[in-house]
């Protein structure tokens, strides 16, 4: 083993048991040591990649009821992707959830099945000033209670699977 020296020659099952009681004292002490390592080369990895990336990570906190557009990721794999529009909205934000996600809608209120992650999402410029009524719950097509199921279920993005509530691990 590479925690303890072992003897060049056999030695008693007495001794042998201490070799390796040794080795697993010393094991983790090392497995912390290296644990405690990865975890601070990944925290400065992560700090440097935000460092470097500044200009390009945008976080937009929109509001209930501002307009966006939404990136039609879709289509990014697809060999005609150039006829295709990179961007679907405008859509009024209906509500941000606590991971980042957003709940949108239509502009004839209808709701999207599904919830849009944050990258997806950018402000929609309007040339003119669009103004909505801050109670843009009472225009949805859905009521509070299909609001809030969409807003526990999540979608697997590997398979599509639809659970009906999101993991907190």
């Not at 975890?39 to 976080?59: P, S, V």
């Not at 944050?118 to 929609?124: D, I, Q």
């Amino acid at each position: 083993m590479w925690l303890v020296k072992f003897p060049e020659t056999l030695v008693s099952t007495a001794d042998l048991i201490g070799l390796r009681a040794q080795a697993l004292a010393k094991h983790v002490t090392h497995v912390e040591q290296m644990r405690q390592r990865v975890n601070d080369e990944k925290l400065r990895r992560a700090l440097q990649l935000e460092q470097t990336m500044q200009h390009k990570i945008k976080e937009f906190n929109l509001k209930s009821g501002d307009l966006a557009l939404v990136r039609n990721s879709a289509i990014e794999m697809s060999a005609d992707r150039k006829m295709k529009s990179r961007y679907l909205g405008p859509v009024v934000i209906v509500k941000r959830l606590k991971g980042g996600a957003y709940i949108v809608c239509e502009y004839d209120g209808s709701v999207w099945q599904n919830k849009v992650a944050a990258f997806r999402v950018v402000p929609y410029l309007a040339r003119q000033k669009i103004t909505l009524s801050d109670k843009v719950q009472q225009l949805l097509d859905a009521d509070i209670e299909e609001l809030q199921l969409l807003e526990e279920t999540t979608v697997d993005s590997d398979t599509g699977n639809v659970s009906e509530h999101e993991d907190n691990a």
